[in-house]
């Protein structure tokens, strides 16, 4: 029975699976987290999807303990820049269509075509994005609370689907989360070790036995997790669990990142993630309550990282003189086994893909979740590791298959590398699948068919977006009567005005919510 649990490495995934574990199991099983004073974390501002809020409630924190000590907020979408051409934009938001006569209104935007913009049509998330809007009252409520059912004003009919799809997740600065969640934990019983792990010793049998430390000696464990980023010192090196590269489908394998300091009550902050498409790659941008986090996910085979650093330079403008630049060399894809014999890799020794979707915190999540629920007895319940290796597996490879779509499905196709990514080889499935969106938008019954954190929803916000991929409206809708689905578009634009004139923006709701002063947050 597994009774104690040795993490090596900290940062997010570290301490994300530490807290969980002991929220989870108590006193039930021990604890112990060793990371080195010398290794800094990858994170340089992460966002986020908006399941992570269940990790916060699990641990029973509430936004206003966290997220001010995190420089944290909300993120209703992510805003897609310069990927049909130069100058548009749109957005996929944490908003499912609405459903008029039993269809999507995505399928009765393709066939009415209120306006080009299938966002702003079928989503108020877009425009609260576009004020840079607070998705909460001052007085804490959500805006979704401003649409209470039953109510005679048209504008405030409830939403359908609203009530299950979550309206937002969160930006924060990754560092400032983990050092929140190491003091959160230690005060929980984790027992927390800061020294230089020097080896990995196995067993007679190939267990890990205890990892050998610089300061402490032998740390001892039934179970080990592997937290150590790309390195993957125990699942991978250790135990020698080969990596699968996504790389022939996926080729952005490098990143360099800036901290922009700014004045976040002058600029505001816009609630939504924005990714800008660049010639080898794209720029993230993600707005904290101190600073921007922005960086260039590029491929290197398209682009120096000398030339990538200019280009991000340049984006930023003056404001990134004298700033030092993070130059990150990414491993994309995952590990043929996340969990080998006494051993379970989460984080980035487990897998990744490109941060374009903000997948990074959702796999880290996913499989600590996962390796609660299958926990083992012993050291040799097969069938739970394989069970857990199949979830984590499929999650790793859906999402690859999502981004995928994104660099495909693009319209623009300006130089070489945008040229490429249409003529790349797809995974196995998608291009299948790509045939029957052309004529369809994409249902429960034609997209990856295991979970993945995507719905059928975003597939079609990206293809409607995007603009790469035509798609063809339902010709059933030319036999049904429009006027409900008219009449949903124009109450959708109604409640995106109502609210965009009602809600605070995201600066003045986050500097009330800590009592701060108007520009207490500036840099």
């Known amino acids: 029975m597994i009774s104690s649990v040795v993490i090596v490495g900290g940062g997010t995934a570290g301490w994300m699976t530490a807290t969980y574990l002991k929220a989870a199991l108590g006193d039930r099983i021990e604890v112990t987290l060793v990371e080195s004073k010398n290794v800094s974390t990858i994170g340089v501002g992460e966002a986020t999807f908006s399941t992570v809020r269940h990790f916060f409630q699990f641990l029973g924190l509430a936004e206003h303990e966290w997220m001010p000590q995190c420089h944290a907020s909300y993120k209703l979408a992510i805003r897609f820049e310069d990927w049909r051409a130069k100058g548009h934009y749109f957005y996929h938001p944490f908003e499912r269509p609405r459903v008029v006569e039993g269809y999507s209104l995505a399928d009765w935007w393709l066939h009415l075509r209120p306006s080009d913009r299938f966002d702003h049509d079928a989503s108020v998330l877009a425009a609260l994005c576009d004020a840079k809007s607070s998705p909460r009252h001052l007085d804490g409520t959500m805006f979704e609370q401003d649409f209470a059912a039953g109510q005679a004003d048209p504008r405030r009919a409830a939403p359908p689907g609203q009530a299950t799809q979550f309206p937002y997740a969160y930006h924060f600065d990754a560092t400032l989360l983990a050092r929140f969640l190491a003091e959160f934990g230690a005060k929980r019983g984790v027992r927390h070790v800061r020294d230089d792990v020097l ?222 990514a249409k003529s790349r080889p797809l995974p196995d499935g998608l291009a299948e699948r790509i045939e029957q969106w052309r004529t369809r938008l994409p249902d429960q019954d034609s997209v990856y068919p295991y979970f993945h954190g995507f719905e059928p929803y975003s597939y079609s916000a990206m293809l409607l977006g995007l603009g790469g991929l035509p798609t063809r409206s339902l010709p059933v809708l030319s036999k049904l009567d429009e006027t409900a689905a008219v009449r949903e578009f124009q109450l959708v634009r109604r409640q995106a005005e109502s609210l965009t004139d009602r809600m605070p923006s995201q600066y003045a709701y986050l500097a009330h919510q800590h009592a701060a002063t108007p520009g207490r947050f500036a840099s």
């Not at 039934?222 to 699942?235: A, E, I, K, S, Y």
């Not at 020794?349 to 374009?356: A, D, H, K, N, T």
């Open 199 to 420: 080896d990995v010793r196995l067993d007679e049998d190939g267990n890990i036995r205890d990892v050998l430390t610089k300061e402490n000696g032998e740390l001892a464990g039934d179970l080990f997790v592997d937290c150590t980023g790309f390195r993957g010192l125990l699942l991978n090196q250790a135990l020698g669990v080969p990596f699968v590269s996504y790389q022939d489908t996926l080729p952005n394998d490098s990143a360099v990142a800036l901290r922009v300091p700014v004045d976040v009550a002058a600029r505001g902050m816009r609630p939504c993630t924005t990714a800008t498409a660049q010639d080898a790659g794209w720029i993230w941008t993600i707005p904290l309550l101190d600073r921007l986090g922005t960086g260039y996910v590029y491929a290197s085979d398209y682009c120096s990282p000398e030339e990538a650093e200019r280009t991000l330079r340049e984006f930023v403008g003056p404001a990134a003189e004298d700033l030092t630049a993070n130059h990150i060399r990414m491993r994309i894809g995952r590990s043929a086994q996340s969990w080998a014999r006494n051993c379970v890799a989460i984080g980035l020794s487990s897998g990744f893909v490109e941060p374009l979707e903000s997948t990074g915190i959702f796999f880290i999540q996913n499989g600590i979740e996962q390796l609660v629920r299958h926990l083992p007895g012993g050291r040799d319940d097969e069938r739970l590791r394989d069970a857990y290796n199949r979830q984590v597996g499929r999650v790793m490879d859906g999402v690859r298959e999502f981004l995928v779509l994104h660099y495909y499905a693009a319209a623009r196709n300006d130089n070489q590398y945008w040229r490429d």
